[in-house]
């Protein structure tokens, strides 16, 4: 029986539970007048596969390392794997079909490339496994059971917001801005949604001439970073300012992570230029650190932990035999992903002491 039906149920489960080691009060319950487990449920220590992407930014070594301990600590076999940097589709592919292979329960994606796992969701559907798409949604497919993120539309329009906060701050003297556009890879379904959330806050500024994106490129296509890699923003950053901005002010540059802001910020400063306002996302150490020094503008906080524990707390519930929590549902483009999205929040040079407060990785960074 596959465990897709959808029962929406209100409020965001409490996410610490997992990575306390604390199970779920009712986890292994029995139905009433019933001597067995429940019929859709599963061993208390069955294996629960995760299947990551390569190690491109902290946040997705962070969330293996808290797979691996939040696994264990709530009574699971866990099976964490990275996809290789050189072939991680293929790698990706073939750790999955093991997984699968191995008599997982449950399968944790955050995927190499969202739109490649149409024969591994075939596979998992065939031997009764819950799919769930963690972080980036699959695309095209009505085989992924459940999908479990933060709110990233909202997070697009929380870094448009920022930015328009920033140049308003440091260049409200100035009727027109000018402004670059950047987008991560086109092989991660997160990207356009990011640059939609973003665009639905920036477009009628653009349209009414309060910004200017001086080299013309616009579209999510023209702006995207392959691979996400930082050498190409910076490239990309480059080009820009040697065709497009001669005697002219770069003032505001939306980048969708901290990485490639890093990477455009060492491309402006390169050419000598003024540091613009730029965006972030993932509160990496090295932008935290840059945010409160007044460089990096702003960043947006997804506290991996609690998306990892939200996971945990998906493959709890269905061991117990019940429906996992859920906020809503999200359109991979076949069908409504059951989903649980989580809140992102912005962070500036402002509110970074309060925003990481609970954090003791981050929260030493703002101190001073």
Not at 143 to 166: I, K, T
Not at 305 to 330: D, H, K, Y
Request: aromatic share 6%; glycine share 8%.
């Amino acid at each position: 029986m596959r465990k897709s039906t959808f029962v929406a149920l209100a409020g965001i489960a409490a996410v610490s539970v997992a990575l306390t080691g604390c199970g779920r009060a009712d986890t292994g319950a029995e139905p009433e007048g019933s001597g067995a487990a429940p019929e859709a449920g599963f061993a208390a220590d069955a294996t629960i596969g995760v299947a990551l992407p390569d190690r491109t930014s902290e946040n997705w070594v962070l969330a293996g390392d808290l797979f691996t301990n939040g696994l264990e600590e709530a009574g699971f076999t866990g099976n964490v794997q990275y996809a290789g940097s050189s072939n991680s589709v293929g790698d990706q592919q073939q750790q999955i079909q093991s997984m699968i292979s191995a008599g997982a329960e449950v399968i944790i994606i955050g995927a190499a490339d969202t739109a490649q796992l149409a024969t591994q969701l075939e596979a998992a559907d065939a031997a009764d496994i819950t799919v769930i798409a963690y972080d980036r949604l699959i695309q095209d497919s009505e085989l992924v059971d459940y999908y479990v993120a933060f709110d990233n539309f909202h997070v697009g329009e929380l870094q448009a917001q920022s930015l328009l906060e920033g140049l308003e701050a440091q260049h409200g003297d100035v009727d027109t801005w000018n402004i670059e556009l950047f987008s991560g890879s086109a092989d991660d379904s997160n990207s356009a949604v990011f640059f939609d959330g973003a665009m639905s806050v920036l477009q009628p500024k653009i349209d009414d001439g309060t910004l200017n994106i001086v080299s013309g490129q616009t579209t999510v296509q023209q702006t995207a970073t392959e691979d996400w890699a930082a050498e190409n923003a910076q490239n990309r950053m480059d080009t820009i300012l040697q065709s497009s901005y001669e005697g002219q002010d770069l003032h505001g540059v939306l980048s969708p992570n901290d990485n490639l802001a890093r990477a455009i910020l060492t491309s402006v400063q390169g050419a000598g230029r003024d540091v613009p306002v730029v965006t972030g996302q993932d509160s990496e150490v090295e932008s935290v650190q840059s945010i409160v020094a007044g460089v990096q503008y702003s960043t947006i906080y997804k506290d991996t932990r609690a998306l990892v524990a939200a996971s945990i707390e998906m493959a709890q519930a269905l061991q117990a035999g019940e429906e996992p929590t859920t906020t809503g549902t999200q359109d991979n483009g076949a069908f409504e992903v059951p989903s649980n999205l989580l809140e992102p929040v912005i962070v500036t040079q402002e509110n970074a002491a309060e925003a990481y407060a609970d954090n003791e990785d981050l929260a030493p960074l703002t101190e001073g």
